[in-house]
């Protein structure tokens, strides 16, 4: 066993710093850090990611590219810069980093020979359904993980990025709790008829888990099945908007930003439509936090919410869970029987860290080739259908 970890922090989720057991585990798969759209040319950003701050933007070439934040000079930020073809130069002295790879090109106030001991890390980039992803592991990055259930061709397709006010791993349980449809999103499920209590199921898969809701497969009761890709994306059907559609294809991220709050990234389609991706500009008025801190100083309710207000499902997970705290005490839960897929991913989780922990290599979680959506289910038919 490798001295620095002990048995306890095979459990420790939550933490995700560079050292860190599940830093580590969500470092060895390709991670979202931004929209694509918000990279634009000559405008780089500082994005503060997974504990860590990194400079990203889009070289001359159209390309996006992700660096170190901290210049190796005098540790100003390089987010500060000037984009020059695919480089980046300084701002405070004008040290240059281009060609992708961190190598410093260009010292303006140095002799030519220093610069080639100066290189800078850089990190392997792509870009997919409106997102920059970026693999911050070592050694090669992974295979990119493509998800052809999202059809470009065929359906219609928006992207969003949010903060959440949690630990990034309350979100993923959240994920795997089917049960929290009924209570937490009640406005939706109610306008939709769906009023049966799902029988939760989930079994580790090739990829991660796959979970369903099982209920009684009348008109509205849909039983949903829920796939989970390892270590923190989640692809499921979610209830959509009356008058729109009944359910929304739902591809998501959960991203730590620190230890204390995260960004989801998420993919929504409407199945069939065939528009392509779509940009929707929206900015919900207030903001998602101005209600989330309200409701959880008491000061309105989630039901206070017009139904309408397009961030609805944001603010009330979003109030369900800031309000465990910021970073949740495991040790003083009371699981139940619902709770079961919490608890299997809980212990792949464990395995994979321990490995990490003593060296071993990690089960090589992979997606099939094709679509996981069976086309025959009355979730596709309801998400490709207007109501
Ligand atoms: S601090 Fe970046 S060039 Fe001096
Ligand atoms: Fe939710």
């Given amino acids: 066993m490798n001295k620095m970890y002990k048995p306890e922090d095979y459990r420790d989720f939550a933490h995700t710093g560079p050292q860190t057991l599940a830093g580590k585990f969500l470092r060895s798969f390709w ?39 901290e210049c190796p000079h005098r540790l100003t930020r ?43 890390a850089a ?37 969003s990025a949010h903060p959440v006010p949690c630990n990034y791993y309350q979100r993923i349980e959240n ?15 109610a306008s939709i008829g769906l009023d049966q209590l799902p029988e939760i199921q989930v079994e580790e898969s090739d990829y991660g888990i796959l979970r369903r809701g099982h209920r009684v497969n009348s008109e509205n009761n849909v039983s949903r099945t ?16 009356p008058g729109r559609w009944a359910w929304n294809l739902h591809l998501a991220w959960r991203v730590p930003i620190d230890d204390q709050t995260m960004m989801s990234f998420v993919v929504n389609a409407h199945l069939g439509e065939g528009k392509g991706f779509q940009k929707r500009d929206r900015h919900p008025n207030p903001d998602p936090q101005v209600y989330i801190d309200k409701i959880l100083n008491c000061e309105m309710r989630v039901q206070d919410i017009d139904p ?16 465990q705290g910021a970073m949740v005490d495991r040790n003083r839960e009371r699981l139940g029987q619902s709770d079961r897929g919490i608890i299997l991913m809980r212990k792949l989780w464990s395995r994979e860290l321990q490995a990490i922990a003593e060296g071993r290599p990690l089960k090589a979680w992979k997606r099939p080739k094709d679509s996981l959506l069976d086309l025959n289910s009355r979730e596709v038919q309801l998400a490709s259908t207007r109501v």
């Fill in 31 to 69: 991670q979202p850090i931004i929209k694509s759209e918000e990279l634009e040319t000559g405008r780089p950003k500082r994005v503060h990611i997974l504990n860590e701050y990194f400079t990203a933007y889009r070289g001359e070439d159209g390309k996006a590219y992700v660096v170190q934040d």
């Fill in 78 to 120: 390089l987010s500060l810069g000037w984009i020059e073809e695919d480089g980046i130069r300084c701002f405070y002295h004008g040290w240059k980093f281009a060609g992708g790879d961190g190598q410093c090109t260009h010292q303006p106030a140095e002799p030519d020979s220093y610069k080639k001991a100066i290189k800078i």
């Fill in 123 to 159: 990190y392997p980039v792509r870009e997919y359904l409106g997102l920059v992803f970026v693999y911050f592991g070592e050694g090669e990055a992974p295979e990119f993980p493509l998800y052809p259930e999202v059809d470009l061709e065929k359906d219609t397709v928006f992207c």
């Fill in 175 to 189: 994920d795997l709790d089917e049960v929290h449809l009924h209570f937490v999103h009640r406005v939706s499920t």
């Fill in 226 to 241: 829920g796939h989970i890709f390892m270590p923190n994306t989640m692809l499921v059907f979610t209830p959509g908007r």
């Fill in 308 to 323: 309408e207000y397009p961030a609805l499902f944001q603010v009330q997970d979003g109030v369900a869970l800031a309000g």
